[in-house]
Each structure stands twice: as C-alpha cells, then as structure tokens.
C-alpha cells in the first residue's frame, strides 16, 4: 500500500477522508460512554458517584495506552514518510510487545491501589463498594485494552482508518445493547448491576480486539508485527517513549484534575462531585470528535513532516482548527440552551438539574476557543514534539485550573470552580498556539 497520498491529494478532502471515520467512531465511542452511565444512574445516584470516582483510575490506564500508543503511530507515519520501512516494522513491533507489559503492570497496581485511592474521597461504605465491584473487573481487561489501543494506531499510522472505524464501531454498539442486559438481568441473564456494567464494557473490548487481528490478517498491512523484532532496542524505544510518555502524561492529566477538583468539590459539596462526574460524561461527545478529526490529522502531519512539506504541514493545522471550531460551537449552543435536558438523562433530583445546568452553561463558555489547545496539542505530537504538547496540557489540567479553582472556591463556592474551566481555556488558547507555532519553525 502506498501512503504518498499524504502528501499529494488535496488538503481537505484528505483530511475528511482520514478524520470523518474516526469522527464517526468518536462519536459513537461518546454516545456509549453517555449511554452506559446513563444506565449505572438508574441503579442508584450512588453507583452514578461510584462511577465519578473510579474515572481518574480507569482514565489513567486508558490514556497510558493511547498515550504510547500515540507514539508509535508517530514513528511509523514519520518512517514511512522518510521512506524507512524497517524501523517502521520495529515501531510497530517494539511497541506492540512494549503496551502489553504496560497493560499487565498497570492492571495489578489499579486493582491494588483502588481502594485506598476511593477512600480519599468518600467513607460512604455503599460507594467504596460499588466503587470496588466496579474497578475490579474493569481493571482486569487493562491488558486487552493496551492491545486494541495499539492497533488502533497501528492501522490509523497507514491511513487505514476505516479499519479502525469499523473495529471500534462494533465493539461500542455490543457494549451498548449489552449493558442494559447484563446490569438489569434482561431474558436468561441474571440481574448483576453495577458488574454487569463492567463485564459489558470488557467485552466489548474484547470483540474489538479480535476485529483488529481479523484485519492485520485479512488485510497483510505494508508494516507488519515480527516476532524477532520484538526485543526492545535503546533507539526505537528512546524515540517511542520520547513521544509516548509525554502524550500519555496529556491524556492522563484529566484524571488528575479531576480527582483534585473532587477533593475541592467534596469540601463544599457532594453534589458538586456528581455534576462534575456528569459533566466529564457530556464533555466526551464534544472532545472525543475533536478527538476524532485529531487522529485523522496526526498521521497526515507526521508523514508531510517527515517528507519536509511544511507548508502542507501548516495548512492542515489550520483547516484542522476550522473543524474544531465548528465542533464544539454546537456544543456551546447544546449545553447554553438544553442544558436541563442532559441533567435530567443522569439524575431527578431536582436540586442537582438545576445546579447542573446552571454548570453546564458556565463551562461551555470555554468551548470554542479550548479548539487551539487540542489541536495545537495533537499538531505537536503528530509532529513527534512531546513535550511541547505536554507543556500545553499541563497548562489546561494542572498549572492553571487546579489553584485557579481553588482560590475562587473560597469566594463563590461550586460555581467557582465552574467558571475556572472557560478562564482556563482562554489564557491556555493563546499560549498554545505560540508554542506550536515556535515548534513548527525548529526543523
């Protein structure tokens, strides 16, 4: 297969043909996520903070393996760019070998520390158990994860998206038709609950999985897995980790910032720990399709990159910046004037609608222009520039937000902590894209 339509086809539509199919799956992959808590809400408003709680844990082994997996789609788009087909066979196959022991690791030490990390913020016994029966079986799928997570960038790094669409696609839609079955005991099944949740989930990601072997079979991709290159090497790993830790550290800092926006949140109120749980629910539609077009430009960019086109580089960072905004004003538009409407999906309290919305419209001020941080943020890292992307999510996650929450807290309460997110934003927009900017020029 030959991927020097990277850098011949026009801008936009192949920048539409890479993005729409991970846009579609993104979507998707959102509405599950909407979905499934959803459900675990009409357990109890327990099990709906239960879940709020686990997050940071579940998003923390999630983003390790997108995070590495980040770097090796980078390596391989970047080596088939310089026309460098055996370190792309290594990346590939290094970094395969590379996300499993991630995968085993990260599951015994979740399992381990969760209940200490749970106590952190609740000593409501039914929470800390529904917490616990939750993260104990999602957990022990952390090694199917970094697998499909591999893939998923393994397949995206050769232009093959549709592949990725399709395997992502399936293992949502079971996940979804599966969790009402499993958690309420629909037909044969037994009534599980909260479990019920989980097992639905794994499952899922298990079927994905096997799409994606099915594919690397079926398929015969140009950059193939080898088992004697398996052995990790100083280089490949120096330049898969260069890009890897520092894009995992970016997508695992929302966890941080939400377990330190809980600890804010807890001190004021309970409530205001369910809304922000709610809250990262929603915001997923929103991001993981930004998220989406992300994944179809990062390739492109690292291949034109790695052909020294850039101009082309700078052109696609622009129209990319054009989808976001486009994205994420509809969101703006959804969460100012619906906002009740996405409340009541979660919860009838009638206290917590009405606080929650009012949160939603906060937040969403920031929407708009959030565009430059993420887009300049996945540039960087398509670019192989870690840890300038890093700098800018720690800017958004850590830096900023977390003692900007803090001090307004103690003057205007929960919405304080609100109105910290779309400050956050604006003053992260601009930096952001002088970063990228002065990264773009160091060639």
């Known amino acids: ?68 997996g980040i770097g090796i789609n980078v390596m391989i788009a970047f080596c088939l760019g310089a026309g460098d ?5 290594k990346a590939a196959s290094q970094g395969f070998f590379l996300s499993i022991v991630h995968g085993i690791l990260l599951s015994i030490t979740g399992i381990l520390i969760m209940p200490s990390f749970l106590k952190l913020f609740t000593h409501n016994e039914n929470i800390l158990s529904l917490g616990l029966r939750y993260s104990n079986i999602v957990l022990l799928f952390s090694i199917i994860i970094h697998a499909e997570i591999t893939f998923e960038k393994y397949f995206q790094a050769m232009g093959m998206m549709v592949v990725s669409m399709l395997s992502m696609l399936c293992g949502c839609i079971l996940n979804i ?34 799409i994606y072997l099915l594919f690397y079979i079926m398929k015969k991709p140009p950059v193939k897995i080898h088992r004697n290159l398996l052995r990790p090497e100083k280089k490949i790993c120096a330049r898969l980790y260069g ?42 539609f929103l991001y993981l399709s930004v998220n989406g077009m992300i994944q179809g430009m990062r390739p492109i960019i690292g291949y034109n990159y790695g052909a020294k086109e850039y101009k082309r ?6 129209l990319a ?38 949160a939603l419209r906060i937040i969403s001020c920031g929407f ?28 958004r996650y850590l830096i900023i937000i977390v003692p900007l929450a803090f001090v307004l807290s103690q003057f205007s309460g929960v919405s304080g902590v609100w109105h910290s997110f779309w400050i956050t934003e604006a003053i992260t927009a601009i930096i952001s894209y002088i970063i990228y900017k002065k990264a773009l020029l160091k060639k």
Do not use: W
């Open 321 to 358: 910046l054009m989808i976001a905004f486009g994205i994420m004003a509809v969101g703006t538009a959804l969460f100012m004037f619906t906002p009740e409407t996405f409340m009541k999906m979660f919860t009838t309290q009638p206290s917590t609608i009405t606080a929650g919305a009012s």
């Open 85 to 89: 087909q055996l370190h792309a066979h």
């Open 1 to 68: 297969m030959d991927q020097t339509f990277m850098k011949e086809k026009p801008i936009l539509p192949l920048l539409l043909s890479m993005a729409a199919p991970m846009i579609l799956s993104m979507l998707v992959n959102s509405l599950y996520n909407i979905i499934d808590s959803i459900f675990v809400a009409q357990i109890s408003e327990d099990a709906m903070t239960a879940l709020s709680l686990v997050f940071p844990i579940q998003n923390f082994v999630n983003s390790v393996a997108v995070g590495f």
């Open 177 to 210: 038709i599966l969790d009402p079955i499993l958690i309420f005991g629909l037909g044969p099944f037994p009534r599980l609950g909260i479990e019920g949740a989980a097992i639905a989930t794994g499952i899922g990601q298990c079927s994905t999985l096997l």
């Open 243 to 284: 890009v890897g830790i520092p894009a995992a550290l970016n997508m695992a800092l929302p966890s941080l910032l939400i377990s330190a926006l809980n600890a804010i949140l807890a001190s004021i109120s309970e409530t205001g720990v369910t809304i922000l749980g709610i809250y990262y629910k929603l915001q997923t």
């Open 368 to 395: 708009i222009v959030s565009s430059v941080s993420v887009v300049s943020s996945g540039a960087l890292e398509g670019l192989g520039k870690g840890n300038e992307s890093l700098a800018v999510s720690l800017l």
């Open 313 to 318: 580089v700078n052109k696609i960072y622009n």
